[in-house]
Every structure is written in C-alpha cells, then in structure tokens.
C-alpha cells in the first residue's frame, strides 16, 4: 500500500520565522495528496490538499506543491505565528480506490514570540 | 452547520468494564472511522464502515467492536476494557463518492480521553 515519511519534531520556531515541514511519500499512481492540522485538545481538520502532480494547494497562508518528480508534498509558511503552534499530519489514501488513508506520524510545531 | 460529535469527552473506568464511545455526524456521510492515537504510534485505525450493516476490521481491532444502524452513528464498544487501552480515540467521517467528485477529506471529532485504570 501507499506511505508516507515525515520529518520528526518538534520544530521549534521565532515568530515570523519561515518554516518547512517535509514529507515524502510512496505510492502507486497519482492519488490525493493532504496536511491535516491537530491544534491542542482538538480532532484533525484538513489543512489543505492537492489533487494531481503540481498542483499546489493553500490555506491560511501554508502552501504545499505535489511534486511527482521528488515524490514529495512538502509544507511551508513564509512567516508563522505562535496560533500556528500544532501537530501538522501528511496524508494520502492507503492504496488506489481506497478511502481508507494513511497517516505521518505528525511533526509538532511550536511557535514562541 | 454540519458537525461530527462525540461523547464523552473523558471518561475514566476500570479494566474488565465494557465501554462504549459515541460517535454522531450530521455530514450525511455514508464513510466512518474510529482511530486511536498514541505517543509515539500516531493515529492508528480501529474499525471502519462504508455504510448502514456495513462494518470492517483495521489495524488494531482486537478488543474493539462496531455497529452502523443508521448512516448518523457509528458507537465504538471496549467490551472488557485493558489498561492498554488508554489512549486518546478520533472520530472521523468522509463522503463515498467516485470519479470527479471524489473528495477524500476526513472530517473528525474533537476526541474523547480513555483511561482505564
């Protein structure tokens, strides 16, 4: 079935600073490609998602490219705030056709002012 | 506007007690999941069901049980609850749709917080 790796945290983090959260992935096909954001004491909700190779997707100032070529979907920021303080999820279906997806293991970014 | 909820939020219990966690969406989504998320082991699904009757075993359902009598509620039962239990369980619902309008997106609960002591 389909993967993904994210890079381990915490990302510690100034105000304004730029920030990059990687993530690679492992897949047959061209699926879905999602961040999710997990906020203190709170569910999952999506963040932002791309559909198809170069797509980029956006929210709240985060972007994220479908990169085919590096396999990759990785999360940036020009300049975060201490709100952005959350654990960022990188997902995609579990195997094509699927609605089942799979999940990173998080990335925890904190924000200090 | 349209929500998923869950009850409780906490509950303790003992081990042996059986246990039921609530799941309520108004999405009128015919998808629903229930996942439970550890330090260290990230979210990890329990059970799934793509429909009313519908039900299926995830990765680690031993120890769990389902049912789906309606397309709104998807309860989660620990029938003798173990102190490996413990664990913080998501509620998470999506579309069954195909083709273009296919969406993938899961919408979740706020959570509840099981400890068995």
């Known amino acids: 079935g389909n993967s993904v790796t994210q890079m381990e945290g915490p990302v510690t983090l100034s105000e304004e600073a730029f920030l990059t959260i990687n993530c690679t992935y492992t897949?047959?096909?061209?699926?879905?490609l999602f961040w999710y954001v997990q906020y203190p004491g709170e569910g999952l909700q999506l963040l932002l998602k791309?559909?198809?190779?170069?797509d980029k997707g956006s929210n709240k100032g985060f972007e994220a490219t479908y990169r085919k070529e590096t396999t990759s979907f990785h999360l940036e920021k020009g300049s975060v705030q201490v709100s952005d303080s959350a654990v960022y999820f990188c997902?995609?279906?579990?195997?094509?056709?699927?609605?089942?997806?799979?999940f990173g293991r998080g990335t925890s970014l904190i924000v200090h002012p | 506007d349209a929500e998923i909820t869950q009850s409780p939020r906490h509950k303790i219990t003992e081990t042996g007690r059986q246990v039921t966690l609530a799941c309520h969406q108004t999405?009128?989504?015919?998808?629903m999941f229930w996942y439970r998320q550890d330090l260290g082991h990230g979210l990890r699904l329990i059970h799934y069901?793509?429909?009313?009757?519908?039900?299926n075993k995830g990765e680690v359902s031993d120890g769990y049980s389902v049912s789906r009598s309606n397309t709104e509620d998807l309860p989660l039962t620990l029938e003798s609850a173990a102190s490996s239990q413990t664990s913080v369980y998501f509620c998470?619902?999506?579309?069954?749709?195909?083709?273009?309008?296919?969406?993938?997106?899961?919408?979740f609960g706020p959570g509840t917080r099981l400890t068995v002591l």
């Open positions: 998470a619902s999506s579309e069954l749709t195909s083709g273009n309008l296919r969406t993938d997106t899961q919408y």
């Open positions: 897949a047959t096909g061209y699926p879905s």
């Open positions: 791309a559909t198809k190779a170069d």
């Open positions: 997902a995609l279906p579990l195997s094509g056709g699927s609605y089942i997806p799979t």
């Open positions: 999405w009128n989504h015919n998808n």
């Open positions: 069901s793509y429909g009313v009757q519908d039900t």
